[in-house]
Structures are given as C-alpha cells and as structure tokens.
T-cell receptor, first 112, second 114 residues
Framework: SQQGEEDPQALSIQEGENATMNCSYK?????LQWYRQNSGRGLVHLIL?????REKHSGRLRVTLDTSKKSSSLLITASRAADTASYFC????????????FGIGTKLQVIP | DAGVIQSPRHEVTEMGQEVTLRCKPI?????LFWYRQTMMRGLELLIY????????DSGMPEDRFSAKMPNASFSTLKIQPSEPRDSAVYFC????????????FGQGTRLTVV
C-alpha cells in the first residue's frame, strides 16, 4: 500500500521559476526522503529529513516536515531544464524495521 | 562499490513462463527491498528483507510471486507462471544498518510478458 501521496501529480514551470511539491503520509515515521527519477531510470536519493527535524537544505533543494500535519514539501529553487523528472517522497516507518514506502510521485517539467 | 546491481535489465517472456529477477545489494547493507513500478499503481513495495529474513511480504500480489534472499549478497524475485499484467519495471533497493539511512536503487528490470 502507498504511504505517501504527492501533490500535484504533474507540474509544468518555466526555467528559473521555483517548483514546490507536497507529500502527505498516514503513519508515524522515522524519516522522510525525497527521490528523483529520470525517465526510464532508477531512483536517485535527493535528501532525507528526520522526524525530529523541521527543515533541511541541500543546494537548491529545501525540504520541510510537519509531523503534526503528516506532510512534507520539497522546494526546488531556480529550476533548470535538467530538473525535469518525477519526484517521489518516501517514508521510513518508526519502530524496529525501516520499511520504506513511496507515493505516486510528481512529474515535473521545466520548460527552457 | 558498484551500487545495487540488477539483472537482467530487460526481459521479454511469454505468458505462462517462469521469470527470475536478480539483485545484488550494496555490500554491508542489511535491508533489501523489491518494488514494482507501473503507470497505474506507481511504485509498490512488494517485499523487504532484513538480515536475509523476509520481514513483510504483504505487498506480494499473488502466490505466483516469490522472493528469496539466500545470503547477504543476493536476492531473487520469481514469477511463476507469468501473466501480461505482471509487465512492469521491477526495482531492487538496499539500505544500510545506519538508523537514518537512504535507500539505494538498482537500475531496474523492465519485464514484458506477452
């Protein structure tokens, strides 16, 4: 079963604009991760935020986490055509074993 | 490390045939996941192992699907008999024993059942 749900499912922006994607989840988590998938390729890890963190930055990426609302957002600033990809949030459950489950993803298109 | 290695990259088979997908996780990682990705259902977790032991196989769609991890460096996902609706990309991912760990994915196996 899917844990995270991304919103929107598709997003089209102009190069240079910021892109914001949201993720909601249902159960308690250990951490939340964002991944990127280029067409026909495997998933690449972007950033991990722990359940006790509220915000994290990595280059042009900013991730927020609100555990009270069970939601997270991924902001990509100053987008580039190369950012065109699908973006997934994944949650690792709290408790003994880290079960990593994914949402359905947001397909981002950055128009040059 | 070469990362998570999956084989084959592409598989085309006829309905009713047995299909075996293979995965070599990153050395030292103690958790391994099998996912299936389709346009309709997204990325579904099929089964995951911890220290070679299956922990949760609730995502395995039917008895036609089985997975094994005989040792820390190898896992298989078998479909017998295969059906056209099994056509999808199957990913394997591994996770280290570090508490706040990211999952590393293989390049996937694109399975087509005709």
């Amino acid at each position: 079963s899917q844990q995270g749900e991304e919103d929107p499912q598709a997003l089209s922006i102009q190069e240079g604009e910021n892109a914001t994607m949201n993720c909601s989840y249902k159960t308690s988590i250990n951490n939340l991760q964002w991944y990127r998938q280029n067409s026909g390729r495997g998933l690449v890890h972007l950033i991990l935020i722990r359940s006790n963190e509220r915000e994290k930055h990595s280059g042009r990426l900013r991730v927020t986490l609100d555990t009270s609302k069970k939601s997270s957002s991924l902001l990509i600033t100053a987008s580039r055509a190369a950012d065109t990809a699908s973006y997934f949030c994944a949650t690792a459950n709290s408790g003994g074993y880290q079960k990593v489950t994914f949402g359905i993803g947001t397909k981002l298109q950055v128009i040059p | 490390d070469a990362g998570v290695i999956q084989s084959p990259r592409h598989e085309v088979t006829e309905m009713g045939q047995e299909v075996t997908l293979r995965c070599k996780p990153i050395s030292g990682h103690n958790s391994l996941f099998w996912y299936r990705q389709t346009m309709m259902r997204g990325l579904e977790l099929l089964i995951y192992f911890n220290n070679n032991v299956p922990i949760d196989d609730s995502g395995m769609p039917e008895d036609r699907f089985s997975a094994k991890m005989p040792n820390a460096s190898f896992s298989t996902l078998k479909i017998q008999p295969s059906e056209p609706r099994d056509s999808a990309v199957y990913f394997c991912a591994s996770l280290s024993r570090v508490y706040w760990a990211e999952a590393f994915f293989g390049q996937g196996t694109r399975l087509t059942v005709v």
